[in-house]
């Protein structure tokens, strides 16, 4: 089992700021890595996969990198849709989540 | 339009069975491993279970194996987790996910709504 130490949990922050979002492993896992976006009673969407790949259609303040072990989310440009839950997963065994990090409204 | 449509809420007491549904549209759904994620209540995500409609290839998660069963009707372009006795602990919201393999596991690029399950006495 690969564990996930995904933080903060909580990150409070004001619109216009750049947020980073950090997910760990306990081994490597190349870039089999992806990011979702999760709002109050919706369903997660797809950000980024593979690390540092845009979904078709996420806007381009969202990015991803690292490889191996660390990874990041970043949001250069907070904006009040962004007020949400983020996932990451990796996908080199069978599939695991982070434990999410809620960005809210400072 | 491309999507995943679930079946409706569930209200069920322990002990009793169930059976889920994920219909998905506007895509090949042969063509695609369609998995299972758990939310329970005020929780994170958890991956289920996945399986491929076009030849009912499936696989578990450690933690969900023996707990539930997938399948699918690729005539119907529809997947199915059920359950054969509920608990209690089984109190969760559902979703299915078309799954894109890379290397040997998958992401999800497409959800369903969620189903929420909950099991009461």
């Known amino acids: 089992v690969i564990w996930m130490t995904q933080s903060p949990s909580l990150l409070s922050a004001s619109t216009g700021d750049r947020v980073t979002i950090s997910c760990r492993m306990s081994?490597?896992?190349?870039?089999?890595l992806a990011w979702y976006q999760q709002k109050p009673g919706k369903a997660p969407e797809l950000l980024i996969y593979a690390a540092s790949t845009l979904q078709s259609g996420v806007p381009s303040r969202f990015s991803g990198s690292g490889s191996g072990t660390d990874f990041t989310l970043t949001i250069s440009c907070l904006q009040s849709e962004d007020f949400a839950t983020y996932y990451c997963?990796?996908?080199?065994?069978?599939?695991?989540f982070g434990g999410g990090t809620k960005v809210e409204i400072k | 339009e491309v999507q995943l449509v679930q079946s409706g809420a569930e209200v069920k007491k322990p002990g009793e069975s169930l059976k889920i549904s994920c219909k998905g549209s506007g895509y090949s759904f042969t063509s695609y491993w369609i998995g299972w994620v758990r939310q329970m209540p005020g929780k994170g995500l958890e991956w289920m279970g996945i399986?491929?409609?076009?030849?009912?290839?499936?696989r578990y998660s450690p933690s969900f194996q023996g707990q539930v069963t997938i399948s699918a009707d690729k005539s119907i372009s529809t997947a199915y987790l059920q359950w054969s006795s509920l608990k209690a602990s089984d109190t969760a919201m559902y979703y299915c996910?078309?799954?894109?393999?890379?290397?040997?596991?998958?992401?999800?690029?497409?959800w369903g709504r969620g189903t929420l399950v909950t099991v009461s006495s």
């Open positions: 997963q990796q996908y080199y065994s069978f599939p695991t």
């Open positions: 081994q490597g896992i190349s870039s089999y």
């Open positions: 399986i491929y409609p076009g030849d009912s290839d499936t």
């Open positions: 996910a078309r799954g894109v393999v890379e290397l040997r596991e998958w992401y999800f690029d497409l």
